[in-house]
Nanobody
């Protein structure tokens, strides 16, 4: 089993920045591809970014590419999402996820095996 705990959400003005963290416990996080998803009220869960087990490869949704940066520190079993130039449409609950299966940086939520409880990000205009 893997437990994932997100932190770092909050309220920020448009154009501002936040950094989310996802702490993993239970199994060594370096064994997992990891990702960030988000879900706004009344909408489905949306892919944000994914990172390979080593951290060498990343993949972003078009909507955040160039503004968000995903990173990980396997020594600390922690993944990060640096969010810059935030927009009101980035408002959502943000979830981290871990994938046991090998290969790829999938964007489908059904490709991930473990999920955190989410952290709220609210961007005011």
């Amino acid at each position: 089993q893997v437990q994932l705990v997100e932190s770092g959400g909050g309220l920020v003005q448009a154009g501002g920045s936040l950094r989310l963290s996802c702490a993993a416990s239970g199994r060594t996080s370096s064994r997992f591809t990891m990702g960030w998803f988000r879900q706004a009220p009344g909408k489905g869960r949306e892919f944000v970014a994914a990172i390979s087990r080593s951290g060498a490869s990343t993949y972003y949704a078009d909507s955040v590419n160039g503004r968000f940066t995903i990173a990980r520190d396997n020594a600390k079993n922690t993944m990060y999402l640096q969010m810059n130039s935030l927009k009101p449409e980035d408002t959502a609950a943000y979830y981290c996820a871990a994938r046991l299966r090998l290969g790829g940086l999938p964007s489908g939520s059904d490709e991930y095996d473990y999920w955190g409880q989410g952290t709220q990000v609210t961007v005011s205009s």
